[in-house]
């Protein structure tokens, strides 16, 4: 199941809270695999871009905790 997809419109920055995902790209397949406290999504935030990776659980029981982008970017100002 994918949290997002590569292409998409990056409304969001997420922090793996429990479990872990994989990093997917058209054209290089797994990329990355992230784990517990690491992020993601902050790159189409950021350049204000469609999102470069797809990324997908790597088990049922994942936990985010989810910034939307107006919060993020308070968070930047700060």
Request: proline letters at 1%; glycine letters at 8%.
């Amino acid at each position: 199941s994918a949290v997002f997809s590569q292409g998409d419109k990056g409304t969001s920055w997420y922090i793996i809270w429990k479990g872990s995902v994989n990093v997917v790209t058209h054209g290089k397949g797994l990329v990355a695999t992230l784990h517990e406290g690491d992020d993601f999504g902050q790159l189409a935030l950021v350049n204000d871009a469609p999102r470069a990776a797809t990324i997908i659980l790597r088990e049922d029981n994942c936990h985010f905790l989810r910034v939307d982008k107006q919060d993020f970017n308070r968070i930047l100002k700060v």
